[in-house]
Protein backbone atom coordinates (compact mmCIF):
# COMPACT_ATOMS: atom_id res chain seq x y z
CA UNK A 1 0.00 0.00 0.00
CA UNK A 2 1.22 3.27 -0.72
CA UNK A 3 0.29 6.70 0.02
CA UNK A 4 1.76 10.42 0.72
CA UNK A 5 3.21 11.81 3.57
CA UNK A 6 1.00 14.64 5.09
CA UNK A 7 4.42 16.51 5.53
CA UNK A 8 8.03 16.10 4.45
CA UNK A 9 11.02 14.03 6.45
CA UNK A 10 12.65 17.74 6.15
CA UNK A 11 10.48 18.89 8.35
CA UNK A 12 12.49 16.24 11.01
CA UNK A 13 15.91 18.24 10.84
CA UNK A 14 15.49 19.74 14.20
CA UNK A 15 12.94 17.73 15.97
CA UNK A 16 12.61 14.32 17.34
CA UNK A 17 11.38 12.58 14.40
CA UNK A 18 10.11 8.80 15.94
CA UNK A 19 6.11 10.35 16.49
CA UNK A 20 6.67 11.52 12.22
CA UNK A 21 8.22 7.68 11.57
CA UNK A 22 5.12 6.44 13.16
CA UNK A 23 2.65 8.42 11.20
CA UNK A 24 4.52 7.56 7.82
CA UNK A 25 4.16 3.75 8.79
CA UNK A 26 0.72 4.13 9.33
CA UNK A 27 -0.01 5.65 5.71
CA UNK A 28 1.55 2.36 4.42
CA UNK A 29 4.94 0.68 3.46
CA UNK A 30 5.66 2.97 0.64
CA UNK A 31 5.00 6.54 1.22
CA UNK A 32 5.63 9.54 -0.94
CA UNK A 33 7.86 12.70 -0.38
CA UNK A 34 6.61 15.66 -2.32
CA UNK A 35 9.37 17.82 -0.98
CA UNK A 36 12.15 15.50 -1.02
CA UNK A 37 11.25 13.70 -4.16
CA UNK A 38 11.23 10.39 -3.23
CA UNK A 39 9.46 7.42 -1.86
CA UNK A 40 10.00 6.47 1.93
CA UNK A 41 9.72 3.16 2.37
CA UNK A 42 8.79 2.01 6.08
CA UNK A 43 9.07 -1.35 6.73
CA UNK A 44 12.30 -3.48 7.48
CA UNK A 45 10.66 -5.99 4.72
CA UNK A 46 9.60 -3.60 2.15
CA UNK A 47 13.23 -2.47 2.26
CA UNK A 48 14.70 -5.47 2.25
CA UNK A 49 12.19 -5.96 -1.11
CA UNK A 50 13.71 -2.88 -2.74
CA UNK A 51 17.62 -3.76 -1.70
CA UNK A 52 17.21 -6.93 -2.87
CA UNK A 53 15.11 -6.14 -6.20
CA UNK A 54 17.59 -3.08 -7.20
CA UNK A 55 17.86 -1.88 -10.47
CA UNK A 56 15.28 -4.47 -11.50
CA UNK A 57 12.50 -3.11 -10.32
CA UNK A 58 13.56 0.03 -8.65
CA UNK A 59 15.80 3.11 -10.02
CA UNK A 60 18.37 4.93 -7.43
CA UNK A 61 17.81 7.87 -7.33
CA UNK A 62 21.48 8.75 -8.45
CA UNK A 63 20.37 6.37 -11.83
CA UNK A 64 18.64 9.69 -12.79
CA UNK A 65 20.92 12.14 -12.07
CA UNK A 66 22.55 14.37 -14.00
CA UNK A 67 26.28 12.68 -15.14
CA UNK A 68 27.87 15.87 -14.81
CA UNK A 69 26.38 15.92 -11.02
CA UNK A 70 28.13 12.93 -10.24
CA UNK A 71 31.19 14.42 -8.56
CA UNK A 72 29.21 16.44 -6.50
CA UNK A 73 27.58 12.73 -4.96
CA UNK A 74 30.93 11.54 -3.73
CA UNK A 75 33.96 13.23 -5.84
CA UNK A 76 34.80 10.58 -8.20
CA UNK A 77 34.04 7.21 -8.73
CA UNK A 78 32.89 6.10 -5.02
CA UNK A 79 31.21 2.31 -4.11
CA UNK A 80 27.91 5.01 -4.11
CA UNK A 81 29.01 5.20 -7.40
CA UNK A 82 29.50 1.86 -8.79
CA UNK A 83 27.65 -0.63 -10.74
CA UNK A 84 27.60 -4.82 -11.01
CA UNK A 85 30.48 -6.52 -10.45
CA UNK A 86 32.96 -3.81 -9.19
CA UNK A 87 30.12 -2.99 -6.88
CA UNK A 88 29.92 -6.16 -5.45
CA UNK A 89 33.87 -6.32 -5.15
CA UNK A 90 34.24 -3.25 -3.92
CA UNK A 91 31.68 -3.72 -1.30
CA UNK A 92 33.28 -7.32 -0.32
CA UNK A 93 36.35 -5.33 0.18
CA UNK A 94 34.95 -2.85 2.81
CA UNK A 95 33.36 -5.79 4.39
CA UNK A 96 36.20 -7.77 4.98
CA UNK A 97 38.64 -4.69 5.46
CA UNK A 98 36.92 -3.22 8.39
CA UNK A 99 36.58 -6.86 9.69
CA UNK A 100 35.43 -7.22 13.59
CA UNK A 101 39.48 -8.37 14.45
CA UNK A 102 40.62 -4.99 12.99
CA UNK A 103 38.02 -2.82 14.62
CA UNK A 104 38.74 -4.03 17.97
CA UNK A 105 42.47 -3.43 17.63
CA UNK A 106 41.18 0.19 16.27
CA UNK A 107 39.77 0.49 19.93
CA UNK A 108 42.82 1.38 21.66
CA UNK A 109 44.65 2.49 18.81
CA UNK A 110 42.24 4.96 17.01
CA UNK A 111 38.88 5.14 18.80
CA UNK A 112 39.26 5.41 22.70
CA UNK A 113 42.29 8.12 21.89
CA UNK A 114 39.20 10.44 20.07
CA UNK A 115 36.73 9.35 23.49
CA UNK A 116 39.53 10.13 25.67
CA UNK A 117 40.41 13.77 24.54
CA UNK A 118 36.61 14.50 23.98
CA UNK A 119 36.34 13.60 27.59
CA UNK A 120 39.17 15.10 29.27
CA UNK A 121 38.07 18.19 27.76
CA UNK A 122 34.96 18.34 29.44
CA UNK A 123 35.98 16.87 32.80
CA UNK A 124 36.97 20.08 34.33
CA UNK A 125 33.73 22.02 33.70
CA UNK A 126 31.23 19.96 35.83
CA UNK A 127 28.82 19.62 33.33
CA UNK A 128 28.37 18.75 29.63
CA UNK A 129 26.03 19.49 26.71
CA UNK A 130 26.54 15.53 25.68
CA UNK A 131 25.28 16.41 22.22
CA UNK A 132 27.39 19.56 21.42
CA UNK A 133 30.21 18.12 23.20
CA UNK A 134 30.77 14.19 22.56
CA UNK A 135 27.68 13.07 19.54
CA UNK A 136 28.08 15.75 17.47
CA UNK A 137 31.88 15.14 17.04
CA UNK A 138 33.36 11.96 18.01
CA UNK A 139 31.93 10.27 14.83
CA UNK A 140 33.33 12.59 12.74
CA UNK A 141 36.43 12.57 14.40
CA UNK A 142 37.09 8.86 14.93
CA UNK A 143 36.58 8.96 10.62
CA UNK A 144 39.47 11.30 10.85
CA UNK A 145 41.43 8.83 12.65
CA UNK A 146 41.12 5.86 10.81
CA UNK A 147 42.04 7.67 7.88
CA UNK A 148 45.33 8.96 9.36
CA UNK A 149 43.99 12.23 9.82
CA UNK A 150 44.81 15.41 12.49
CA UNK A 151 41.39 14.35 14.29
CA UNK A 152 42.77 16.72 17.23
CA UNK A 153 42.92 19.86 14.75
CA UNK A 154 39.90 21.01 15.38
CA UNK A 155 39.30 24.00 12.82
CA UNK A 156 40.17 21.36 10.06
CA UNK A 157 37.24 19.05 11.85
CA UNK A 158 34.54 21.63 12.12
CA UNK A 159 35.78 22.45 8.30
CA UNK A 160 35.22 19.22 7.02
CA UNK A 161 31.68 19.24 9.06
CA UNK A 162 30.63 22.37 7.49
CA UNK A 163 31.53 21.21 4.07
CA UNK A 164 29.27 17.91 4.43
CA UNK A 165 26.23 20.15 5.85
CA UNK A 166 26.98 21.97 2.29
CA UNK A 167 27.00 18.74 0.67
CA UNK A 168 24.02 17.75 2.38
CA UNK A 169 21.32 20.62 0.96
CA UNK A 170 22.19 19.04 -2.40
CA UNK A 171 21.43 15.15 -0.68
CA UNK A 172 18.30 16.58 1.01
CA UNK A 173 17.24 17.69 -2.45
CA UNK A 174 18.91 15.46 -5.16
CA UNK A 175 16.69 16.54 -8.07
CA UNK A 176 16.86 20.18 -7.23
CA UNK A 177 17.40 22.90 -9.97
CA UNK A 178 18.13 25.45 -7.18
CA UNK A 179 21.31 26.79 -8.43
CA UNK A 180 21.99 28.18 -4.69
CA UNK A 181 22.33 24.75 -3.75
CA UNK A 182 24.00 22.91 -6.97
CA UNK A 183 26.54 26.13 -6.06
CA UNK A 184 26.92 25.27 -2.93
CA UNK A 185 27.26 21.92 -2.93
CA UNK A 186 30.06 22.18 -5.78
CA UNK A 187 31.96 24.58 -3.85
CA UNK A 188 32.02 22.27 -1.53
CA UNK A 189 32.94 19.52 -3.48
CA UNK A 190 36.11 21.13 -4.38
CA UNK A 191 36.64 22.16 -1.12
CA UNK A 192 37.24 18.60 -0.32
CA UNK A 193 39.28 17.88 -2.86
CA UNK A 194 41.65 20.74 -2.25
CA UNK A 195 42.01 19.62 1.57
CA UNK A 196 42.36 15.60 0.84
CA UNK A 197 43.60 15.29 -2.50
CA UNK A 198 47.04 16.15 -1.03
CA UNK A 199 47.12 13.59 1.22
CA UNK A 200 45.63 11.14 -0.95
CA UNK A 201 47.91 11.30 -3.48
CA UNK A 202 51.07 11.29 -0.05
CA UNK A 203 49.77 7.70 0.73
CA UNK A 204 49.90 6.32 -2.55
CA UNK A 205 52.73 3.35 -2.13
CA UNK A 206 49.99 1.81 0.26
CA UNK A 207 52.52 1.29 3.03
CA UNK A 208 50.44 2.75 5.99
CA UNK A 209 47.86 1.27 8.47
CA UNK A 210 45.30 3.97 7.83
CA UNK A 211 42.36 3.68 5.63
CA UNK A 212 43.69 5.81 2.91
CA UNK A 213 46.66 3.49 2.56
CA UNK A 214 44.55 0.02 2.82
CA UNK A 215 42.07 1.68 -0.09
CA UNK A 216 45.54 2.32 -1.99
CA UNK A 217 46.52 -1.23 -1.53
CA UNK A 218 42.92 -2.63 -1.98
CA UNK A 219 42.09 -1.12 -5.07
CA UNK A 220 45.17 -1.98 -6.52
CA UNK A 221 44.50 -5.77 -5.39
CA UNK A 222 41.57 -5.73 -6.71
CA UNK A 223 41.16 -4.30 -10.02
CA UNK A 224 44.60 -3.51 -10.86
CA UNK A 225 44.14 0.79 -12.65
CA UNK A 226 43.46 2.71 -9.77
CA UNK A 227 44.41 5.99 -9.28
CA UNK A 228 44.20 8.84 -6.71
CA UNK A 229 40.74 9.93 -8.02
CA UNK A 230 39.40 6.22 -7.33
CA UNK A 231 41.10 6.78 -3.68
CA UNK A 232 39.40 9.38 -2.82
CA UNK A 233 36.49 9.18 -3.98
CA UNK A 234 36.22 6.10 -1.14
CA UNK A 235 37.87 8.25 1.11
CA UNK A 236 35.26 11.37 0.78
CA UNK A 237 32.42 8.55 1.56
CA UNK A 238 34.12 7.11 4.39
CA UNK A 239 34.03 10.87 5.68
CA UNK A 240 30.57 11.54 4.99
CA UNK A 241 29.30 7.66 6.70
CA UNK A 242 31.20 9.96 9.91
Given at each position: ????????????????????????RSRGEVVWDESMHAWVVTSLEAARHVLRNDKLLFNHALQELDRNLVGIIAGGPSIVMMEGERHTRMHQWFVKALSPALVDAWRTTRIKPVASH?????????????????????PSRVIASTLGLDWQDDAFIERCKGLMKQ???????????????????????????????????????????????MIWRGGREMFGEWNEVDTFAQVRTMFFAG
Open positions: MSTVAAESMLATADREPYEYYEQLLVDRIAGRGKAELVDDIAETLLNGFFNNILTKDKAILDAATAASKEFIRILMPVVCERADGKGDDLIS
